[in-house]
């Protein structure tokens, strides 16, 4: 058994002082105060003294990092991705997408599927070397069934027009591992897709998407739950014809997603989006690409090149990924919607979790997996745990 204690706990639900916190087998097993309880005998401490305790950060759309992009074909890609990862209180993962010719996505889905499979194998048989990193949870499907016009940086010869038949493929290929998939319900048979996908068990999520509000309440309807970087790549919010982000913002079923980075979304856009969404739905996400981490130069976002100066990631003009890490986009959600830290850290972990149905993660309660970050009153991330081990430097 292990105990840890520190200044506070974000579970992220409560807030408790002085907590501590028992962890057996890479689960927690109890938590409770230190005024309240003993440490049991025999059992090392660790204590963090006036930092807090946070449940470990989720990220459902991530591209790359470190010099790597998750459809990258070498061996090297995922484990110095899940470093990097690490180091900024990201504990588990969703790899994604982007639209590729398909045969390239294909292999993608096969390498990735292999990856999580490896992963959970080496958990269950306590291989060390698959436990300090984060873990691939699943992917996240972005293309091809997404809009010419707001496809930003996803190349227009890859777009698909959805159909359930395609959709299969890219099932099969993945092994039944696609637990995300980004689309634009708008596309002719978009809410037959959807509504297969939904069925089973895909967070199917509205973006890249130039629906009118109409089309987007039919995705609804059909089974998407959650939007997909909230504004950017959507048909923008008009206040006589409100349109996608009309339905995403007001509609109390979905949840949504945006990139904190102060460049996709300005920040009053952000505490718009916060407010509408509130602290239960909404989430963060990195959409980070293979540039982060990494100087600014010419760096690989799935089967093309983007170009990384002054913080943006830019393709032909455009946007294309962001070199945003989830420890920074905590503390700038905070900081642009004025929400306090627990809000903010929830918008990182319980929230995602929830989104992709994951329940032992993305919460410090008793059953879950001891995956924790330890934060400075600024929330930046000084240390990061995978069931209660700590990741090295
Ligand atoms: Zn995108």
């Given at each position: 058994m292990l105990a840890f204690t520190a200044g506070r706990l974000l579970t992220p639900t409560d807030s408790i002082e002085h907590p501590l916190v028992l962890v057996e087998h890479g689960r927690v097993v109890d938590i409770s105060t230190r005024s309240s309880r003993q440490v049991p005998a025999g059992v090392s401490t660790s204590d963090f003294g006036h930092s807090i305790i946070a449940p470990g950060y989720v990220d459902l759309h991530i591209h790359g990092s470190a010099g790597y992009d998750v459809m990258d074909d070498t061996a090297e890609a995922l484990p110095a991705i899940e470093h990097l990862l690490a180091r900024h209180g990201v504990t588990s993962y969703f790899p994604t997408t982007v639209t590729a010719p398909m045969d390239r996505t294909l292999r993608a889905l096969e390498r990735l599927a292999n990856a999580i499979e490896k992963r959970e194998l080496d958990l269950e048989r306590h291989n060390a070397d698959g436990k300090i990193r984060a873990l691939p949870l699943g992917i996240h499907l972005e293309?091809?069934?997404?809009s010419h016009a707001r496809r930003g940086a996803h190349p227009p010869e890859n777009l698909l027009a959805p159909t359930v038949a395609l959709f299969e493929r890219f099932w099969q290929a993945a092994r039944g591992r696609i637990r995300m998939m980004t689309i634009a319900p708008e596309l002719e048979d978009a809410p037959e897709v959807i509504a297969e996908a939904a069925r089973r068990g895909v967070c199917v999520s509205l973006g890249h998407s130039d629906a009118d509000f109409a089309a987007a309440e039919r995705g609804i309807a059909a089974g998407a739950r959650h939007a997909t970087h909230t504004f950017n790549a959507m048909r923008p919010l008009d206040h006589?014809?409100?349109?996608i982000l009309g339905a995403v913002l007001t509609d109390r079923r979905v949840s949504a997603d945006i990139i904190a980075d102060g460049v996709h979304l300005d920040p009053a856009i952000v505490k718009l989006f916060a407010d509408a969404k509130g602290p239960a739905q909404t989430v963060l996400i990195t959409d980070a690409t293979s540039a982060t981490g990494m100087p600014e130069g010419r760096y690989r976002l799935g089967s093309f090149e983007v170009d990384v100066h002054d913080g943006k990631c830019m393709l032909d003009g455009k946007l294309a990924g962001s070199v945003l890490t989830m420890d920074r986009a905590v503390r700038n959600l905070a900081r642009f919607a004025e929400w306090d830290l627990p809000r903010a850290v929830a918008a990182a972990s319980r929230n995602p979790a929830r989104v992709a149905r994951i329940a032992n993660k993305g919460v410090l309660a008793v059953g879950a997996d001891a995956d924790f970050v330890v934060l400075n009153s600024e929330g930046e991330v000084l240390r990061t745990f995978f069931g209660g081990v700590e990741c090295p430097e």
């Open positions: 293309g091809p069934f997404i006589r014809s409100p349109g």
